[in-house]
Each structure stands twice: as C-alpha cells, then as structure tokens.
C-alpha cells in the first residue's frame, strides 16, 4: 500500500537527486560514488569475475538468497560490497528495480523468480524497509533453497550522525506522522506493537530534536531484533558495524562461517577505521538514550564482541 502523501514520479527522483547532490557536496563525490558503487571500472571488473564463476558452475535454480537488513545506515553497503568481492555472490541492491520498488521488495513470486534464475550460489537482497518481515521472508519465500539473514547494527550516536546527515529530519517526520495515526501504509510503522506507539506517544515530537528522533527511530527498529525473536533463529547473524571497523577479519569471518563462504581477505579490504574513532556523544533526549543504551548492551550481548560497546559515561 503506498501512502497518498508520499512524494511521487518526477517529484520523488527530483527529491533523491537533490540529496544525493546535497549529501555528496558535504561529504565528498568520492565517497558518494563509493557508496552507490557507481564506478563503471570497478563494476565491469565484478561483472566479469561473475560471469566466469558461472561458467564453471551450475547452480541454478538452487541459489541462496541472503536478506540484509537492519536499519538504514548501519553500515549495510559496507558489507554488501565486501560480499560482491565474492564471484559466487549476486548483490541486488534496494535501487534495483528488478527486486524492489521505491526501497521494497517486489512481491515473493518475482523474488523467488530471482532466485531461481541466478546462477551465482548466492542473492543478496538488502531490504531493510522490510526488516520488519525478516520471519516472513525466511519462513515462506518457498525458494528451493533456504534463505539466511544478516541483521546490521551500528552505535546509536554513529547511526544518527550518518542519517541526519545524510537524511536530515526524515526521521522525526516518520515518527510524527505514525504519532498522528497516519501509519498506516508506511515502512517505518511495520512491525511497531501496541507498546511501541504508546512509548511513542509520551514524547513531545513537535519539540524533540531531529537528533533524538534519529536516536528513538534507532531504538524501534533494532528492538525489532529481540521482538521478532530473531535472536532464538540459528538462519539470523547479527553483525556489528563497530566490530567490522575495528577487526574487520574477525567480522567478515563470523559472516563466511554463516554462509558456508570461504574467507578470502578482499571480503574487507575496502574496509577502513574512518568511522571508528570516539566521538563526543550526541544531545539526546535522556528518556531516549537510556532505551538506546540499555538496548545496545543487549544487541552488544547478542552479538558477543566487539559489538558490545558500553554506553557513553558507563
């Protein structure tokens, strides 16, 4: 179902062109390009090395799709990429038209017909406006071989520095628009319980910062993880964007060991330290950050490694 008062055609791509330009200006082209993985070298070079694992191979209708999920700016594309280093990987991104429309997955059947006709061992598919449907996703996508998820997180002050800037307010506007009962239709409401929209209804939306709302946003999402019991699911990884910053190998070889992959050290090497530096914490509502500090020493706990960063003053 899609909400009358989304922005669409024309006025949507104008609107995603304007950010991105907005975002690249800010934060560099270089890191734009990186991220969209737009450079045509780089891009020819995997096509080719897939290609050439297909021929040797047949696999055919028996792929694996793998659902990396999570929420928006967790460091999603990072592992993504490092995936696609792997010839036996094909990676559908969310700005593939052929798997979603306007950042959802298209409906099962096409998703399954995806499946079926790759010839690579895996698909990956980065739905994380439908993180909310992991179980279903898992549970009755019927494909004849079965699916594995990667749930990412990230530190809530990283996560929301990256999304302000990146998003702006997005974030405080989806959560005053499902505060005014207007949620029905949007992603950002999916798999939100009736305890959700009650804590959400304590707080002053109209007065809370873009930052806190970022904060709070996070905190909706990644509980996700514990309500859908996916931390009980032995087909779920959670990674952690912390971890894969700072001990890249150790991360990657948490996520081949999941897959049956075989390690190789390109699976990180673009992988840097830029993001993992301590940085002065965020202003955020306290109410706020004492859930988002209590839930990051659960996810810390679920994952067992370096994701499990204590909270800032801890």
Request: glycine residues 8%.
């Amino acid at each position: 179902m899609t909400n009358p008062s989304e922005p669409t055609g024309a006025r949507r791509l104008l609107l995603r062109v304007r950010r991105h330009w907005d975002w690249g200006r800010r934060q560099g082209f270089g890191r734009l390009i990186e991220e969209d993985q737009l450079n045509p070298v780089t891009r020819a070079r995997l096509a080719l090395e897939k290609r050439r694992w297909r021929r040797a191979h047949h696999v055919a209708p028996y792929a694996t799709p793998v659902y990396l999920i999570g929420l928006q700016r967790s460091g999603t594309n990072m592992i993504a990429r490092g995936l696609e280093e792997a010839p036996e990987f094909e990676v559908r991104n969310e700005n593939d038209r052929d798997a979603f429309d306007r950042f959802r997955l298209r409906p099962d059947s096409e998703i399954r017909d995806l499946v079926a006709r790759s010839g690579q061992r895996y698909v990956l598919f980065k739905p994380l406006c439908d993180s909310h449907r992991a179980n279903e996703l898992l549970d009755t996508m019927e494909t004849p071989s079965p699916g594995r998820a990667i749930w990412a997180y990230r530190d809530v002050d990283g996560r929301v520095r990256s999304s302000v800037a990146k998003f702006g307010p997005s974030n405080l506007q989806a959560l005053q628009r499902i505060a005014a009962g207007e949620g029905d239709g949007m992603w950002q409401a999916g798999g939100l319980m009736a305890e959700n929209l009650e804590l959400l209804g304590r707080f002053d939306l109209a007065a809370m910062s873009p930052e806190s709302a970022a904060a709070l946003f996070w905190y909706l999402r990644n509980s996700l993880y514990f309500s859908l019991e996916l931390d009980r699911r032995d087909d779920v990884l959670l990674v952690s964007y912390e971890a894969m910053v700072s001990s890249p190998e150790a991360e990657m070889g948490r996520i081949c060991g999941f897959l049956s992959l075989d390690y190789r050290p390109q699976l990180h090497a673009h992988v840097d330290a830029r993001a993992a530096g301590v940085r002065t914490p965020l202003p955020i509502d306290p109410v706020v950050r004492r859930l988002c500090d209590e839930l990051s020493v659960r996810l810390g706990a679920a994952h067992g490694g370096l994701g499990g960063l204590a909270p800032p003053g801890a």
